[in-house]
């Protein structure tokens, strides 16, 4: 794999990440609701003006684009795996930011997908 396509990919997925970041922060703002239709109008308004949300949603959009451009470089095969990427930058973050348990067996995950993130990568 090229670094350029390897850029893309791991661009993709860092905002892929910052997104679900971004949108954890605006739930925590806004805070535990239930869509019915009694607040749907209250609650989309609340999502769709939060801060957090959008700046969340237009991440993905951006995300999508460069995800889109590193698939027409690399097989499937290879960039989506890569994916997981996210998982191991969204579990840190998430422990840094907004306190959520980092148990040691989330840590041994982590390192498998590491380690399997980077086996699909060498054979590429």
């Given at each position: 794999?090229?670094a350029?396509?390897?850029?893309?990919?791991?661009?993709?997925?860092?905002?892929?990440?910052?997104?679900?970041?971004?949108?954890?922060?605006?739930?925590r703002?806004?805070?535990?609701?239930d869509f019915?239709?009694?607040?749907?109008?209250?609650?989309?308004?609340?999502?769709?003006?939060?801060?957090?949300?959008?700046?969340?949603?237009?991440?993905?959009?951006?995300?999508?684009?460069?995800?889109?451009?590193?698939?027409?470089?690399?097989?499937?095969?290879?960039?989506?795996?890569?994916?997981?990427?996210?998982?191991?930058?969204?579990?840190?973050?998430?422990?840094?930011?907004?306190?959520?348990?980092?148990?040691?067996?989330?840590?041994?995950?982590?390192?498998?997908?590491?380690l399997?993130?980077?086996?699909?990568?060498?054979?590429?």
């Amino acid at each position: 794999m090229k670094a350029l396509e390897f850029g893309l990919i791991v661009f993709g997925v860092l905002l892929n990440a910052v997104a679900q970041l971004l949108l954890k922060a605006g739930t925590r703002s806004i805070g535990r609701f239930d869509f019915n239709m009694a607040n749907i109008g209250p609650i989309g308004w609340s999502l769709g003006t939060n801060p957090y949300i959008v700046g969340g949603l237009s991440c993905y959009v951006v995300s999508v684009v460069i995800w889109i451009m590193a698939l027409s470089r690399v097989e499937v095969s290879v960039a989506y795996p890569m994916l997981s990427i996210g998982y191991i930058v969204n579990a840190g973050f998430a422990w840094w930011l907004f306190g959520e348990a980092m148990t040691p067996t989330r840590l041994i995950g982590m390192g498998v997908i590491i380690l399997g993130v980077y086996l699909v990568a060498k054979t590429s």
